[in-house]
């Protein structure tokens, strides 16, 4: 069974970059085939993509977030993961990641909160 | 950039048939997925490729998409099925959301 569990620290402060990874189990990310996403949702509000990246090293990223974005991948780890540059309370959110398919998410992790404080 | 749009609520009484609609421009020549969300829950896939249901989604639930709406019905709704649903849609090359509808069971 394909697993995603999310870490990462639970409080950045303001202007600083939040990191979080995401380890799968139950697929290598180098089999290919598949996106690694990551989706986040605001206390309350409804859910946002981020971006997402293929083994192949192709990235996409939601156009008002480029630039403050960078997502790579670890085979060795079989872990994925995301840089979030820049943060403001406006960037406060659970974070998923997710594996995708052609067309939709078929696996998320738990999700993670992220605070950001002043 | 492309947009979905859905209601932001529904309610309806257990048994009967929910319908959940999202919108966007030529919606109907893309792939619309469907996920329900459930409070402190991550999203679970119900439908995907606009009408196919994921192994393990009972039957009440399916999706059609023409036009420029795709819905998602749940027939003989039940009080599990009280959630967030959110449809999901690509559109060159990004991801988008549409700003989830609450369905509520009465």
């Known amino acids: 069974q394909v697993q995603l569990q999310e870490s990462g620290p639970g409080l950045v402060k303001s202007s600083q970059t939040l990191s979080l990874t995401c380890a799968v189990s139950?697929?290598?990310?180098?089999?290919?085939?598949?996106?690694w996403s990551w989706i986040r949702q605001p206390p309350g509000k409804g859910l946002e993509w981020i971006g997402h990246?293929?083994?192949?090293?192709?990235?996409y990223y939601k156009p008002s977030l480029r630039g403050r974005v960078t997502t790579s991948i670890d085979t060795s780890k079989n872990q994925f993961s995301l840089k979030l540059s820049s943060v403001t309370a406006a960037d406060t959110a659970v974070y998923y990641c997710?594996?995708?398919?052609?067309?939709?998410?078929?696996?998320w992790g738990q999700g993670t909160p992220v605070t950001v404080s002043s | 950039s492309y947009e979905l749009t859905q209601p932001p609520s529904v309610s309806v009484s257990p048994g009967q048939t929910a319908s959940i609609t999202c919108s966007g421009d030529?919606?109907?020549?893309?792939?619309v997925c469907w996920y329900q969300q459930k409070p402190g829950q991550s999203p679970v896939l119900v439908i995907h490729q606009d009408s196919q249901r994921p192994s393990g989604i009972p039957a009440r639930f399916s999706g059609s998409n023409s036009g420029n709406t795709a819905t998602l019905t749940i027939s003989g709704t039940q009080a599990m099925d009280e959630a967030d649903y959110y449809c999901?849609?690509?559109?060159?090359?990004?991801?988008?959301f549409g700003g989830g509808t609450k369905l509520t069971v009465l």
């Open positions: 030529k919606l109907g020549d893309k792939y």
């Open positions: 139950g697929v290598s990310i180098s089999s290919g085939g598949y996106s």
């Open positions: 990246m293929y083994y192949s090293g192709s990235t």
């Open positions: 997710a594996r995708g398919t052609t067309h939709y998410f078929d696996f």
């Open positions: 999901q849609a690509w559109d060159s090359g990004t991801v988008v």
